[in-house]
């Protein structure tokens, strides 16, 4: 079985610094990874996710994510966060099609 | 661009009553998904559907839950008999593939069971 932990369940930060929003997870079997977001009243949109090579992954609205094995973690990060990147960040593992999801973290930019 | 779209946004429905929650997955993918999310609580799973038949269902997705597809577009989630637990924000998904597949979600049903 598989689970995710989202250490931080608020960040609050401002306008245009670096973020880091931690995910760990746990697998007995290699899984794929993915970061969704799920801005105000809307359903979840994937960010990024993993699925092998190059541990450093790009997504979308500048975001990236680093896969470290060692320490079974997928960490999110962007250099300088927007107003527009508030929002609840899920990070979600599977090795089949069904995702498990962890408890999220809020995203709050501030002027 | 192609999404997936759910009605209504949001049901509010007497405990005990059936309720019927629609999805119009993206036209070409074959993976279909149902998570729910109670208010303060993690998205969790529900079912998968697979070519015309579940492929794999969580401890939540007891007897008073099944889904359907009855035509090319739609997918449903049927609740027989609702409990007042069953009161969250649901969500469909659909992937043209598994084994990393990217799932896209639409963007809830909120249910309210009274």
């Known amino acids: 079985a598989q689970s995710v932990t989202q250490l931080d369940s608020q960040v609050p930060v401002f306008e245009e610094a670096p973020v880091e929003l931690r995910c760990n997870y746990s697998?007995?079997?290699?899984?794929?990874l993915f970061w969704y977001v799920q801005y105000p009243n809307q359903g979840l949109q994937l960010l990024l996710k993993?699925?092998?090579?190059?541990?450093l992954v790009k997504g979308i609205n500048g975001f990236e994510a680093e896969f470290n094995k060692s320490q079974t973690s997928f960490h999110l990060r962007k250099p300088s966060v927007h107003i527009s990147d508030t929002a609840e960040y899920f990070c979600a593992v599977t090795n089949t099609d069904k995702l498990i999801f962890g408890t999220g973290t809020r995203l709050q930019v501030f002027p | 661009e192609p999404e997936v779209t759910q009605t209504p946004s949001h049901q509010v429905t007497q405990m005990g009553q059936e309720v019927i929650l629609r999805c119009v997955p993206i036209?070409?993918?074959?993976?279909f998904y149902w998570y729910r999310q109670i208010l303060g609580q993690k998205v969790e799973f529900l079912v998968s559907f697979y070519n015309n038949e579940i492929s794999e269902k969580s401890e939540i997705f007891d007897d008073q839950f099944s889904v359907e597809r009855p035509d090319g577009s739609n997918f449903t989630l049927k609740i027989r008999s609702t409990k007042l637990e069953d009161s969250a924000m649901y969500f469909c998904?659909?992937?043209?593939?598994?084994?990393?597949?990217?799932?896209?979600f639409g963007p809830g049903t909120r249910l309210t069971v009274l």
């Open positions: 697998s007995s079997v290699s899984v794929y």
């Open positions: 998904a659909s992937s043209p593939g598994t084994n990393g597949g990217t799932q896209y």
């Open positions: 036209s070409n993918h074959l993976y």
């Open positions: 993993y699925l092998s090579g190059s541990t």
